[in-house]
């Protein structure tokens, strides 16, 4: 099994930053992906970020710049840097990764989300 725990969100006024990160545990192999999802209110949960362990980091078209995910493959470690917030961006906040097991198995995993609360 593994386990995703993520820390950093919380509360922040209109134009403030958060940074997220997720640490990834358990029977590992390898992690080809590792990433944030985000969910708002009513709504299905959609891609803010994504790392790859080959290549640049795949964003959500509404990022346009303010966001930068980056990982640490030692640490088995995903960051998100947010940078000028607005109240759109409030949202339960996903960490994912895609694993593969030390028997070749792979899989997706999700953490339990973190709560990010933009206000105006």
């Known amino acids: 099994q593994v386990q995703l725990v993520e820390s950093g969100g919380g509360s922040v006024q209109a134009g403030g930053s958060l940074r997220l990160s997720c640490v990834a545990s358990g029977s590992i192999f390898s992690i080809s992906s590792m990433g944030w999802y985000r969910q708002l209110p009513g709504k299905q949960r959609e891609l803010v970020a994504r790392t790859f362990s080959h290549g640049s980091p795949r964003y959500g078209d509404f990022v346009k710049g303010r966001f930068t995910a980056s990982r640490d493959d030692a640490l088995r470690t995903v960051h998100l840097q947010m940078n000028t917030l607005a109240p759109e961006d409030t949202a339960v906040y996903y960490c994912?990764?895609?694993?593969?097991?030390?028997?070749?198995?792979?899989?997706?995993?999700w953490g339990q989300g973190t709560q990010v609360t933009v206000s105006s």
């Open positions: 994912h990764a895609f694993v593969t097991a030390p028997d070749s198995l792979s899989r997706a995993y």
